[in-house]
């Protein structure tokens, strides 16, 4: 049986969960959250908990088993408390800072890049230097800074571009004099 999907997923307080089919709404203090899971998958809503069962031990059924739970843990820990992520720029000159609602990104380019985030995601930059993404869904934040790393990842040698701020950048030795 999945270690993970056999917890049951707690409830706080302040937190409705409706279910409607295999569509779970999960509204909270910071916003409201809807997935549609797996046809397989039996959601259950009972005082406080959601449980989440499956049919048989196939293969398959026991990865969406797991996977089914986290995705509802996620949904119920973002409408409580919402997901963050920290990214930093290195590089001389290399800076970012918010344009209204957009973010305005001057990284070695030979144009400013706009950057514009999707409805539910707020960026702040306390830094010209530090970027800070969050919002309620985390799998939307996480593609977020990705796509904002993606702008310019950060090279082995210097390491200049954009990282994350727990992301370790592995060095690698620049060529050495010649003869």
Known sequence: MSRIGKKPVLVPKGVNVSLSG??????????????????????EVKNDEIVVTRP???KENKA?????????????DG????????????????????KGKNLLINIGFSHPIYFMPP?????????????????????????????????RKPEPYKGKGIKYTNEYIQRKAGKTAGK
């Open 56 to 58: 048989n031990d196939l």
């Open 22 to 43: 295999n569509a779970l709404k999960v509204k909270g203090p910071k916003g409201e959250l809807v997935n549609e899971f797996h046809q397989d998958m039996k959601i």
């Open 119 to 151: 409805d539910g995601i707020t960026l702040q930059t306390p830094t010209s230097t530090q970027i800070v993404i969050s919002g309620i869904d985390k799998q939307l934040v996480g593609m977020v800074a990705a796509k904002i790393r993606s702008i």
């Open 64 to 76: 969406l088993h797991g996977l089914t739970r986290a995705l509802i843990q996620n949904m119920v």
């Open 79 to 98: 409408v409580t408390k919402a997901y963050e992520k920290t990214l930093d720029i290195v590089g001389v000159g290399y800076r970012a800072e918010l």
